[in-house]
């Protein structure tokens, strides 16, 4: 199993930036397809990016431009470099990861993922 912890999460003014990192451990982040999620109060959780074990990186359109996903093997870590914050950002972040290909949905689908951190918050303020 793959155990992931979140941090970096805070509150921040429209215009700012912030990084978002999740630990993993149990297995490494290169073999694992890593994504990151967000869920605002009463919406269901969504989709922002993803980071394939083979470096294949998709963003939802939310994202594209604006965030960054990184991975750092080293540390076992991957990023989100969040830029030009918006209020509508503001949500729970998580940090989701799946060792294998299969399963039920697609990659951008948080139902396809089995492992999950325990969230950060980022709050943007207008």
């Known amino acids: 199993q793959v155990q992931l912890v979140e941090s970096g999460g805070g509150l921040v003014q429209a215009g700012d930036s912030l990084r978002l990192s999740c630990a993993a451990s149990g297995r490494t982040v290169s073999s694992l397809v890593m994504g990151w999620f967000r869920q605002a109060p009463g919406k269901e959780r969504e989709f922002v990016a993803r980071?394939?074990?083979?470096?294949?990186?998709d963003y939802a359109d939310s994202a594209r431009g604006r965030f960054t996903i990184s991975r750092d093997n080293a540390k076992n870590t991957v990023c989100l470099q969040m830029n030009s914050l918006k209020p509508e950002d503001t949500a729970v972040y998580y940090c989701?990861?799946?060792?294998?290909?299969?399963?039920?949905?697609?990659?951008?689908?948080?139902?396809?993922?089995?492992?999950w951190g325990q969230g950060t918050q980022v709050t943007v303020s207008p």
């Open positions: 980071l394939d074990w083979g470096g294949f990186i």
């Open positions: 989701a990861a799946k060792s294998d290909s299969g399963g039920y949905g697609s990659r951008s689908e948080a139902r396809w993922y089995d492992s």
